[in-house]
């Protein structure tokens, strides 16, 4: 099992920064996988970005490419979500998770969730 908890949600007037932790327990950080999702009411849970286990590799969504950066502390058991020029569009309940080894894309790839942390960007 693995056990995550995120933080540093909270409201932002748009154009400002905010950055998401993910704080990881349980089973070995380092051989997971990590993604953040997000869902805005009424709409489905869609990737974010995503970080590799060795944080070799991230991937974004187009629509948070050059805005976002995802990185991770293995030392730490964290996982890190930089927002940058954030958008009334943004806003949304955002979701940190893990998977074994590969990083995914889709949402049922992933084994374990965290309890979201709000994030409301006004105009």
């Known amino acids: 099992q693995v056990q995550l908890v995120e933080s540093g949600g909270g409201l932002v007037q748009a154009g400002g920064s905010l950055r998401l932790s993910c704080a990881a327990s349980g089973r070995t950080f380092s051989n997971y996988a990590m993604g953040w999702f997000r869902q805005a009411p009424g709409k489905e849970r869609e990737f974010v970005a995503g970080?590799?286990?060795?944080?070799?590799?991230?991937y974004y969504a187009d629509s948070v490419k050059g805005r976002f950066t995802i990185s991770r502390d293995n030392a730490k058991n964290t996982v890190y979500l930089q927002m940058n020029s954030l958008k009334p569009e943004d806003t949304a309940v955002y979701y940190c998770?893990?998977?074994?080894?590969?990083?995914?894309?889709?949402?049922?790839?992933?084994?374990?969730w965290g309890q979201g942390t709000q994030v409301t960007v006004s105009s």
């Open positions: 998770a893990a998977k074994w080894f590969k990083v995914g894309i889709t949402a049922d790839e992933y084994d374990y």
């Open positions: 970080i590799s286990w060795s944080g070799g590799g991230t």
